[in-house]
Every structure is written in C-alpha cells, then in structure tokens.
C-alpha cells in the first residue's frame, strides 16, 4: 500500500474526541503514516504538542491563526519559541493573512479593519522572525486578496524560512509567485470537488516534488464524503485523484510528496 501524510490536520478540535482512537486507526488502515497537528493559537498548539507527545505518528505546528489575532498577546514571540523548541514541532503556524471577516462585516469601523489588518502583519512578522530564528518553516494560511500583503511580508525572508501555502486553491500566477519565493503549496479536498477544476491545473502546473498532501480536517472533505467531517484517513481519496491529474503511480506520488515533507518539516521523523 501507497504510504501518504497528512500535513495539515487540526487534530485537537472537538470534532476528533468522540472517537479519537478510531479516527487514527482509520488513517492507519489508509497508509497514513504521519499526520501534522496544526494550532491556531497557543491552547490549541499545546494540545497539538499534547497529541504528539502521546502518539508516534503525530507531529505538531505551533502558531497563531490570523483570524484569531484580536486575542493574540502584542509580543507573541517568547512564548512562541518555548513552544517551537519542542522536538515534535515541526514548524511555525499556521499564520498568514485573511481579510475574509473585517471587524466592519460584524458592525466594527473603519479604525477596526486597520488595526485588525495591522494586527494580523504584525503577528505574521513575529511568527517568521521566531521561525528564521529556530530554522524552522512556516504553516501560511492566505485567503482572498491578501495574497500581494502575504508575500511582501514573507519577501524579507526568503533564503531564512519558506513557507507552505496551505490549502492551494487560487489561479496558476498566484502559483508562480509563491514558488518563485522558495515556498511550496499543499492540496485539499477541494481537488476531488467538481468545482475544484482550478486546483487541478493547479497540481497539473506544480512539479513532483513541490507540493504535499493536506486535509484540513475536520474541513473540507473530499469526494466521496463531501460535507461530512474530514478525518487524515481521507488523504487517501485526495492522493487518488492527484496521481490521475498527474498521469503518476500512487508510489510515485508517495515517495514525491513524503520526500517533499521531510524536506519541509525537518524534524519529522
Ligand atoms: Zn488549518
């Protein structure tokens, strides 16, 4: 059996507690062999690390998610750094930049939106600044038009940490602006939909090799459990289609997107 990871997993959510021991034994049972647990803010990143003292085949990610950041502290970076010496954390994140809900949506002002947009860059900044300092990459969550603030901010450090951009789903430009940085991307279950059409050419345009596989889960699961909770077993399913878009073996794509994430995540083991 073909053996995949799932890079990008929100293990700790509660969606996962009911029946967590299932859940893992079902990604066992889909060759699943390593699953990443990212957090989004530092309780969720201490249970990520919590799971990965617990169980082998999980490592953790330890950040702050944009969204969160109006409950972020001003200086996240001491924290940040005791948490990332952890050796089962594997990078920084997930972080980034999403302007998909302004304070303003929710009844805040104009004044809002600015400091939650300068908010989100200044944590973004720090995050980096811990991860060129520990050597580690970074987990990068970018959503809608934040793509030209992202790698502005990210330009600075090229050559010190890359990122990933997780959860790929924007047009081929995009695509050759974050691999002209040095960063890579990771595909969703947002390939098997009918509409994710734009992520396929996407993973038809990005060589073997530079790109991982993702569920997002508990988010985004793939055909044929679309709506239903997404669990890392579902890499599977996501893995299928992307050896069909590449015209490559289940082998080939295993050993390709395994390679890529040992060479991301270097303390994965
Ligand atoms: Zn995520």
Redesign the pocket.
Known sequence: MAIFYDT???LDYPDFQPDFADVLARARGAGITRMIS?G?NFESSRRAVALAEKHEEIFAVVGW?PSDVLDAPDDLRPTLRELATHPKVVAIG?TGLDYYRMPSAKGGTAEDDANYKRKQAAIFQQQLEVAAELKLNC?I?QRGETLDDTLALLQPFVGKTRGVF??FSSDLAALARIRALGSLVSFTGIVTFKNGQNVRDAVAATPLGEFML?T?CP?LAPIPYRGKRCEPAFVKEIGDTIAQVKNCSLEALSRATCDTAHAFFPKLR
């Open positions: 990008h997993a929100h990212i989004t998610h997930e987990v969550h997780h959860c993702e997002d988010f």
